[in-house]
């Protein structure tokens, strides 16, 4: 260990950016969730990707695990280091590289995060669309192609993603794609990188396309008094082909939690939060269109603001969510389920999902991206208890094998990372086996991220 | 071959599906452009995956060259079985499969024409897409990462397919994606499929998502005085955030083609072509804006037209662009430039192609899908002439060139395929290595559509 310490530093020729001190090890321990922490060897801080070449051009003559490391929001233990090593954390390389305005793309290095970028591009009237709730870094937005509020009017981070540069296990540095917004040269490796999970290279370089800010935007919150009429709401929103720029659901419990965590008093009925977004003369008509929709299936109230403070004020009870439930368990840990539907067993699924949930006698928010057909359950554990671990671990599964069964996925946007591996072969068969061949084509002696995914 | 004609009669059991006739050979040894044509040795039509599935194995055994063929509308050579071999005609394979409209998609058999498809949607107030033009079964058009002209709205392929099924070179049987619209579940072996040109796989089932066909929509044409202006007209609009259902630009020498081919008296000028779709009350303001922003930037005459006969007639001459290149040159062959540039160099990279085909003294329509940066100069060939081949390449060469130069891609929507082998290493270097290393992992033979894209 000594000696790795010594020849990293001879890679980084700085010493500030090696790091072995127990603190630092432990916040590398762990990420967002119930995972068991394990801690990194030393955690090395990149500033290019000739440092980062170089990392791996020796952890893999080496055999020594590599994990790339962000901000550590993960809710899937991606940055776990499950067998120690190296973690490289990101976090210097934040630069943003090149903003063109014209051709709304952007290139920025992998350690910039959603709120710097935003913050960056402001001033040209543009935005980066994808919205995971936590302040995420770009490469580990990649990592986990993930997407959250927006995805509905704007995509995942597949969508958004024109180009790559990675380096690969043995050092080997990569561009892939460009700054065309569309292209038949050759195998499509962006897409293949993106939602590896860091398993396939660490990312140095990204190109995204960008936004314009749409001209004005409105807020709406529909209140329901059953699940089922919310679920029918947000299916008839999206049939209508309004073009909705977040739909989301919360139920009951969740809002009880918010106002418990917060002191609020929203009312305690499920509730579907709506966005749209566009020219002055199509949002006002939209709204109106998505307000008699949801009338239709029995909403008792509808408000809708324009006024920035306002709208963020509607959104408040969506955007607490989480924190309400880890407030409400102190000291315990939380697992969020992430499976997706096709849109129109999305009703269904979440009714299923309360009653298996009721059925168990444990407390759990439901909310989600109904757009997209993706909902999160999220739930308490007390992860020093086996049995309640195994509890909350069965409702799990029974979630997914009913989204699966639906011809949905167990993750819609958290990854795999290690809380669902056991779920990858029941969702995609011998497929697993052929994704297994390109990642021992790409990491033969398997450094990158071990025990994550398979 | 008796013995090869014999092994597969055995497997398809159903002599009507196997040919070695001359006619049916020659058919299947070219696209629709100039690339020398070459037979396979006999074509086979199988009816099931499972078919699919038993040629590939026997194939592999033997190291046949295998190459897939849809209907033939590929522009690069894709379908030339440049090493001989078994050609399969997925022709037989057209069904669609499943329609679930209240999830906006569908699952059908590669073999399925986009028009087929588009016949059969209609009654559910949906449809699909992508058009490329000419009426490529779905398959086709998931293999090259087809787009068009409503792109810019609404993505290429590699945005539409949720899902393939896809048989490898050793007949193993794969299954990607799912029904969910997103996915974070192991890497995305869909987006490696699409756009892989045969090379990986044959595709036997293709999950698809579909659009509800809009409430309203409203072509508009515009006459300008220069290409410049046209040019600056486009990106102004791209610039101002207008939901753009399609943005075309034809030059004079394309309408100037058009007249003498269809008798018609279009004014000679470059044009924009436009379409906007969406709901009432949106789609008439969006074109009064698309007008005022023609006319800031010197358009002369700007058209519109609701009625869809109208409509068809107002999109006649970009419509028959290409007839009308193939019958102004009697007897000659077609090569067709498909760079896609950043938008911002889009102008410029135009004028350049307008000045170097005037530079050669050649005939050269331009036109293009200006909302994606992608265009085509669209190049008479006389194949039987090797000075005039090689005068053509050059042009090509330079066009891709000024395109690489500016961040862009040699081919937007057309694949590499024969064509442009010579261009993927410039585009994308070293990483061709690793397409390659990908290539070799899933079909270790090299059998599945040989001397395409490498």
């Not at 440092?51 to 020594?64: G, K, P």
């Not at 293949?192 to 919150?221: D, H, N």
């Amino acid at each position: 260990m000594t000696l790795m310490y010594d020849q990293l530093l001879n890679i980084i020729q700085d010493a500030d950016r090696i790091s072995r001190n127990e603190t630092i090890l432990e916040q590398h321990s762990k990420g967002m969730t119930y995972h068991t922490p394990q801690v990194p060897e030393l955690v090395v801080y990149p500033k290019s990707k000739e440092e980062a070449s170089q990392i791996l051009t020796y952890a893999n003559e080496r055999e020594i695990p590599v994990t790339p490391f962000g901000v550590g929001s993960s809710l899937e233990g991606h940055i776990i280091p499950a067998l120690g090593g190296i973690t490289v954390n990101l976090s210097l390389m934040n630069k943003v590289l090149e903003i063109r305005p014209e051709d709304f793309l952007v290139k920025v290095q992998p350690g910039v995060t959603r709120s710097q970028l935003n913050k960056e591009l402001k001033k040209y009237g543009l935005f980066f669309p994808v919205d995971p709730g936590a302040d995420a870094t770009i490469g580990g937005m990649v990592s986990t192609n993930a997407s959250g509020t927006n995805s509905v009017k704007y995509g995942t981070m597949k969508d958004q993603v024109l180009g790559l540069e990675a380096v690969l296990a043995d050092g080997r540095v990569v561009r892939t794609g460009g700054m065309a917004v569309k292209s038949s040269a050759g195998y499509n490796l962006t897409s293949l990188f993106v939602g590896s999970e860091g398993t396939l290279g660490i990312f140095t370089e990204i190109t995204l396309r960008l936004q314009g800010i749409p001209e004005v935007t409105l807020a709406g919150r529909a209140l329901f008094s059953s699940i089922d009429e919310t679920g029918s709401a947000a299916a008839a929103m999206l049939k209508s082909g309004l073009d909705l720029g977040k739909i989301e659901l919360v139920d009951q419990a969740t809002i009880q939690a918010v106002n418990a965590y917060k002191n609020t008093d929203y009312q305690e009925v499920p509730t579907l939060f709506i966005e749209i977004s566009g020219s002055e003369h199509t949002v006002k008509k939209d709204m109106e269109l998505a307000q008699e929709i949801a009338i239709e299936e029995g909403c008792q109230l509808f408000e809708f603001e324009s006024d920035s403070l306002a709208r963020a004020k509607l959104w408040e009870a969506r955007h607490h969510v989480a924190f309400a439930i880890q407030a409400a368990n102190p000291g315990k840990g939380l697992l969020s389920t992430d499976v997706c539907v096709p849109i129109s067993e999305l009703p269904n699924a979440i009714k299923e999902t309360r009653k298996l949930i009721e059925l168990h006698g444990v407390k759990a928010a439901i909310f989600g991206h109904v757009g997209d057909g993706n909902y999160h359950a999220v739930l308490s554990i007390d992860a020093e208890n086996p049995e309640h671990v195994k509890k909350i671990e069965e409702i799990n599964q029974q979630i997914v094998a009913y989204a699966l069964e639906k011809g949905g996925t167990c993750t819609g946007e958290h990854g795999i990372g290690k809380g669902k591996k056991q779920f990858l072969r029941l969702e995609h068969g011998g497929t697993v086996d052929l994704m297994k061949e390109i990642k021992m084509t790409l990491d033969p002696k398997g450094i990158l991220n071990p025990g994550k995914i398979f």
